[in-house]
């Protein structure tokens, strides 16, 4: 059961429009041809961004006519996240909070979420957005409108820090973050633990290097708090009640003290825990088209436990990830390492 994405479809292929769109992209496969070609391990060779990231064709393609062609609005809300950093989750979270009405409360975005895996309300620019030879006409769309990104910071199409909307980043532990990247790319194809951990450090992962990533985005914060959020995977296990009103105030919808009352963020903590989504009609047996790829919605959900990289990690492969994160972040005032004891609950 395949939902109908939340943006608008491609005009018919005889429209001149169409045919614009066509030459666009072609345009763009040209210069991603252009790029160096990295090997990928158990998936398809990797293109070489200019500013340095790595990901499949198909995405780089994706990424350029997004650079090129996305105009942000002040109103935009943009959820960045490595992949397998808890994306599937805190899209949920988003929509949830930016569109329930004061009329239903939360009633209507909890059926939205129980008929839609939340990729489907919560599109990929460069994997969902522009695809297909498409560039959709966004500006019918109302406010707020809710993209999703992998992109690193120095990618992004300048609209999005020129027009001051909103950026959520979800942060995860690398350890973590490596070993789901590792599983879900075994849903697919065989890849031995030693060379994606080998790929991981050296930073050839799907959209490049961890550590440049999420520092990419906390300097970002750190300049602009006001514009851009940063979250983490381990604070929102830890309290997912307390990010998701922290995320609502932010995005500018907080949560009133009547609809705390009635215990409406609470039921949208609950609605979205990865649990209830995994069990869902809709990602149980539906699907999702991403990359120009039929998805089934099962794949997005796995166990989602903090530390779970303890199961299957060596000492040394654990040791080698801390060692690189502590020589990345250090001196950028970056702290990944809390346990689950020393964050606040709200």
């Given at each position: 059961m395949a939902a109908p994405a939340v943006f608008p479809r491609e005009a018919s292929a005889s429209t001149p429009e169409a045919d614009e769109a066509k030459e666009i992209y072609e345009e763009a496969r040209g210069v991603v041809s252009t790029?160096?070609?990295?090997?990928?391990?158990?998936?398809?060779d990797y293109?070489?961004?200019?500013?340095g990231w790595y990901i499949t064709p198909s995405i780089m393609v994706g990424s350029v006519v997004a650079q090129q062609?996305?105009?942000?609005?002040?109103?935009?809300?943009?959820?960045?996240?490595?992949?397998?950093?808890?994306?599937?989750?805190?899209?949920?979270?988003?929509?949830?909070?930016?569109?329930?009405?004061?009329?239903?409360?939360?009633?209507?975005?909890?059926?939205?979420?129980?008929?839609?895996?939340?990729?489907?309300?919560?599109?990929?620019?460069?994997?969902?957005?522009?695809?297909?030879?498409?560039i959709p006409d966004l500006s019918s769309l109302p406010?707020?409108?809710?993209?999703?990104?992998?992109?690193?910071?120095?990618?992004?199409?300048?609209?999005?820090?020129?027009?001051?909307?909103?950026?959520?980043?979800?942060?995860?532990?690398?350890?973590?973050?490596?070993?789901?990247?590792?599983?879900?790319?075994?849903?697919?194809?065989?890849?031995?633990?030693?060379?994606?951990?080998?790929?991981?450090?050296?930073?050839?992962?799907?959209y490049g290097p961890f550590w440049e990533h999420v520092l990419g985005y906390w300097r970002w914060h750190v300049?602009?708090?006001?514009?851009?959020?940063?979250?983490?995977?381990?604070?929102?296990?830890?309290?997912?009640?307390?990010?998701?009103?922290?995320?609502?105030?932010?995005?500018?919808?907080?949560?009133?003290?009547?609809?705390?009352?009635?215990?409406?963020?609470?039921e949208i903590a609950e609605a979205c825990a990865m649990k209830s989504m995994a069990d869902q009609e809709v990602n149980r047996s539906g699907t999702t088209e991403i990359v120009e790829r039929t998805m089934p919605n099962g794949v997005f959900f796995r166990r989602g436990v903090v530390g779970d990289w303890t199961n299957h990690l060596t000492p040394e492969m654990a040791g080698r990830i801390d060692e690189i994160t502590k020589g990345k972040f250090k001196g950028s005032g970056l702290m990944l390492h809390k346990t689950i004891s020393e964050i606040p609950k709200i």
């Open positions: 790029y160096e070609t990295v090997p990928g391990g158990a998936t398809m293109r070489r961004h200019p500013d062609r996305f105009e942000a609005r002040g109103t935009d809300v943009l959820l960045v996240t490595m992949p397998k950093c808890g994306t599937t989750w805190i899209k949920a979270l988003l929509y949830a909070a930016a569109h329930r009405s004061d009329a239903d409360a939360s009633s209507s975005v909890l059926r939205q979420l129980a008929s839609h895996n939340s990729h489907q309300l919560v599109p990929f620019l460069e994997a969902q957005v522009y695809t297909k030879d498409r406010a707020p409108r809710l993209f999703a990104t992998h992109i690193p910071a120095e990618s992004l199409p300048p609209s999005i820090a020129a027009s001051d909307c909103k950026v959520v980043y979800l942060c995860r532990d690398p350890k973590d973050c490596f070993v789901s990247l590792w599983h879900f790319m075994n849903k697919f194809t065989s890849w031995g633990i030693d060379e994606a951990h080998g790929r991981f450090c050296d930073g050839v992962s799907p300049e602009r708090p006001g514009q851009v959020l940063f979250l983490t995977y381990e604070e929102l296990s830890a309290d997912p009640l307390g990010q998701l009103r922290r995320l609502a105030e932010f995005i500018g919808r907080p949560f009133t003290p009547g609809e705390q009352d009635a215990g409406v963020d609470r």
